[in-house]
């Protein structure tokens, strides 16, 4: 995860490639600015052997970097050319995500960095100094306070993860999670509106993922491996917004799962409707109306490929239409 990772996307050029990595697949697509739209010039997905990929904040990700190694490769050859630069999209569960306040900011970016370190030292299990941090604005509170989304990757991690796509032949410029990407997605779909709040569920990448979001600014951001009952992340998330954000209620959500749709994440969707009385929407329904031509990607594809998507539309993103 590099320096300023978040905010680079805004002002380094961007790639024309974007790769994920999560527990079950490798990911990649290929994406150009065209007269009516983003072009899907090349796409491919390849499983992952069970145990090949384990996210998590520290230790080791990846049990099978030669199997890694491998899938990259080939969901490169499948596209239309090789590239040298490559957008790449992390599990969620391998960094964390923290919300942190500050009555009065700093008017120099390098003197909020350690602002943010102290802030967020006991949000990580390992030490402060060997993390990589990066961070974006979010809301300003009712009071007056700044709110920052910070996020925490141990170093190590990140370049476990840069060095299977070296060992690929790509260097990784930019670095994100995939859940912030799939919000990218949603904001360049149009699915979003700056005067209500809504909901990202992410069902993928070896954990379950909730992020209430206001303005493309995450407002809460929660992340469970898998295998925890979803109805208690469900529970947590809503009486959190409601009880201690003061949240006037959320509008809808989207719902994407590394190429399970439609079927992979039904638990969750029910859970969700029944608890939030909300209308839950795979957010391939909105990738499909932004993209004229998708090269054929039928719905678990575009599920798979979302935020690869998301990170090339916020870097590449469409053309508005003129009022």
């Known amino acids: 995860m590099r320096s300023n990772l978040l905010r680079s996307l805004f002002t380094t050029p961007g790639p024309a490639v974007a790769v994920s990595i999560a527990p079950e697949q490798v990911a990649a697509v290929h994406v150009e600015s065209g007269r009516k739209g983003p072009l899907v010039r090349g796409h491919a997905r390849l499983p992952l052997p069970e145990g090949a990929v384990t996210p998590a904040v520290q230790g080791t990700n990846l049990a099978d970097p030669a199997a890694v190694v491998e899938a990259l490769e080939g969901v490169l050859e499948r596209l239309p050319r090789r590239p040298r630069r490559i957008g790449l999209l992390?599990?969620?569960a391998a960094a964390k995500v923290s919300m942190v306040r500050f009555a009065s900011v700093p008017a120099r970016a390098a003197d909020l960095d350690p602002m943010l370190r102290w802030q967020a030292r006991r949000t990580v299990p390992f030490d402060v100094d060997e993390a990589q941090v990066?961070?974006?604005?979010?809301?300003?509170?009712?009071?007056?306070?700044?709110?920052?989304?910070?996020?925490?990757?141990?170093?190590?991690v990140v370049e476990?993860?840069?060095?299977?796509?070296?060992?690929?032949?790509?260097?990784a410029g930019l670095v994100d999670l995939l859940s912030f990407s799939l919000i990218e997605a949603a904001v360049a779909c149009g699915a979003?509106?700056?005067t209500v709040d809504w909901l990202l569920v992410h069902v993928g990448g070896g954990a379950s993922?909730?992020?209430?979001?206001?303005?493309?600014?995450p407002l809460l951001f929660r992340t469970v491996a898998d295998g925890q009952p979803p109805g208690d992340l469900v529970?947590?998330?809503?009486?959190?917004?409601?009880?201690?954000?003061?949240?006037?209620?959320?509008?809808?959500?989207?719902?994407?799962?590394?190429?399970?749709?439609?079927?992979?994440?039904?638990?969750?969707r029910r859970v969700i409707e029944g608890r939030l009385a909300i209308a839950v929407e795979p957010i391939t329904n909105r990738l499909a109306r932004l993209l004229p031509d998708r090269d054929g990607l039928d719905a678990a594809a575009l599920d798979g490929l979302a935020a690869p998507l998301g990170l090339l539309l916020r870097v590449r993103p469409p053309r508005r239409a003129s009022a």
């Open 90 to 92: 992390l599990p969620d």
């Open 209 to 217: 993922t909730l992020v209430v979001v206001r303005d493309r600014h």
């Open 134 to 156: 990066d961070w974006m604005p979010g809301r300003t509170t009712a009071g007056g306070e700044q709110e920052f989304v910070a996020v925490l990757a141990h170093r190590a």
């Open 235 to 268: 529970h947590q998330t809503a009486m959190y917004y409601e009880d201690r954000l003061g949240g006037g209620g959320l509008s809808h959500a989207l719902i994407a799962g590394n190429g399970r749709a439609p079927h992979g994440f039904e638990a969750i």
């Open 192 to 194: 979003t509106d700056p």
């Open 160 to 171: 476990e993860y840069e060095r299977v796509c070296a060992a690929a032949g790509m260097h």
